[in-house]
């Protein structure tokens, strides 16, 4: 299984990681037209990168609600963050910041934003997108955030059934999910 072993310092890095993920997505991507979130027809493939994701993310210590369970804005949150589209699956996450002085940290030459990485994956590859992260990206342990939906009438039919099918494919992997979908997710 590909696993990411990257040594980041800056942007430069953390370009060459969003770089790394989407060629080894794209190499092996989901060739199938129609519904990305239907698995059906590739049930043995899904189920063993499932397995294969569960064993590498293993790696990363399980999360303590105590940690994370206070954060309910996505600027905040710095684990792996997933928005469900409607044929494929947005990944942010924020690299760990490097410098370790607290000197200008958040400020103008150190932000945030530089460190924000974006990819979009279908459902096939979330289990290696995820197991190819750095264990720098997983400052909360082993749990992700999946974002707020607005609800509209064209994302009313598909979006309950492609989240519940991600929902279920992540904690196949081991990975806890902060659903953000619902007021009562939020604490």
């Given at each position: 299984m590909f696993r990411a072993s990257f040594r980041f310092s800056g942007l430069?890095?953390?370009?060459?990681l969003a770089l790394a993920i989407s060629a080894s997505l794209a190499v092996s991507g989901c060739r199938s037209s129609g519904n990305s979130f239907d698995m059906s027809r590739h049930a043995a493939q899904w189920v063993a990168a499932k397995t294969s994701a569960r064993q590498e993310l293993s790696q990363i210590p399980?999360?303590?609600k105590s940690v994370y369970l206070n954060i309910n804005q996505e600027p905040q949150w710095q684990?792996?963050?997933l928005s469900v589209e409607q044929n494929m699956i947005q990944l942010r996450i924020y690299l760990p910041d490097e410098n370790a002085s607290p000197i200008d940290r958040g400020g103008l030459t150190r932000m945030s934003s530089a460190r924000k990485q974006v990819v979009n994956v279908r459902l096939a590859e979330l289990p290696r997108a995820l197991a190819s992260l750095p264990n720098g990206a997983w400052p909360y342990g082993r749990v992700v955030a999946i974002?707020?939906?607005r609800e509209t009438p064209q994302n009313?039919?598909?979006f309950p059934n492609h989240l519940d099918i991600t929902v279920r494919a992540l904690q196949d992997m081991g990975v806890v999910v902060?659903?953000?979908n619902h007021p009562a997710a939020l604490p």
């Open positions: 430069r890095s953390a370009r060459l399980p999360p303590l684990n792996p963050f974002g707020r939906v009313r039919a598909w902060d659903d953000w």
